[in-house]
């Protein structure tokens, strides 16, 4: 096994915080061996600093494509926080629908992983609307840094047993069983959802116009308070105003630090101006 030095683990840390924002204790010098192990043998190196000097000179992109893949967490589930779906069902949905005026509701989930928390999203706008969806432009936005879940997003296939969370009206009429392990998103959801790889570290964001709601959760605990700080900021000023910015149960934000209005747990909404 090829050791990391501290010198070397500080060098690669710091360079994965600045491209990516993801802040990595000394404590993980463990997680980033094992996790980068097989790319160093596969390339006959012999130390972490080689593989360094390889990533940073690196021009194709490859090497830093392959290291954020490995490097990120990729973990959630179907109805993750379930709470968070109620209220935008039943509080944030009939607020947008009585003042997005053209009918354009723009939805952002940062940092979707495998998919299961944007799809969740189409299902529960298909149903808000019923017959009146084809009149909105109701998709949603689904961006993470890994091409690699997002492959998996992309095509929507998940273990039957994974989808058992769903509600059975769902499961019926948005998800195909392929065989007795595997279930597919049905094609009617998968085109309500635009996948796209996205680094929330850029700066500014690219997007020409302002989303309704956000959802970033359980994504801003492997950042540190400057990052996270930061990362909030760039969410408000990307949110209309009255839009909401849901996190994760594990995260919270800084009253004093932020301009977000506290909902309930986890999840903050930009005031109009005028307080309502």
Not at 109 to 124: F, K, V, W
Not at 146 to 164: C, F, N, P, Q, R
Request: hydrophobic share 40%; aromatic share 14%.
């Amino acid at each position: 096994m090829i050791t990391i030095t501290d010198k070397e683990f500080k060098q690669l840390a710091a360079y994965i915080k600045a491209h990516y924002g993801i802040y990595l204790k000394n404590e993980k010098q463990a997680l980033v061996i094992g996790r980068l192990q097989h790319v160093l043998m596969d390339r006959n190196f012999h130390s972490f600093s080689e593989y360094y000097e390889y990533l940073i000179s690196d021009k194709t992109g490859n090497a830093a494509a392959i290291l954020i893949n490995k490097i990120s967490t990729n973990h959630t589930f179907f109805m993750r926080e379930a709470d968070h779906f109620d209220f935008f069902r039943d509080k944030v949905l009939p607020f947008l629908k009585n003042t997005v005026l053209d009918k354009d509701l723009r939805i952002w989930s940062a940092g979707c992983s495998s998919g299961e928390e944007p799809y969740t999203l189409a299902m529960i706008l298909d149903e808000y609307l019923g017959w009146d969806k084809n009149q909105w432009d109701a998709r949603v936005l689904a961006t993470d840094i890994s091409s690699i879940v997002l492959d998996k997003a992309t095509k929507g296939i998940y273990k039957t047993e994974d989808v058992l969370s769903l509600p059975p009206y769902w499961r019926h009429s948005y998800i195909k069983k392929l065989d007795g392990e595997t279930s597919v998103i049905s094609d009617k959801i998968k085109n309500d959802v635009i996948f796209r790889q996205f680094n929330l570290m850029n700066n500014p964001f690219p997007f020409k116009k302002k989303f309704h709601v956000i959802f970033c959760r359980n994504v801003m605990i492997y950042f540190d308070a400057q990052t996270k700080r930061e990362l909030i900021n760039k969410f408000y000023d990307s949110i209309e105003y009255g839009g909401y910015l849901f996190i994760g149960h594990s995260e919270s934000l800084n009253h004093e630090e932020s301009k977000f209005r506290y909902i309930m747990p986890a999840v903050y909404r930009k005031e109009y101006l005028n307080g309502r």
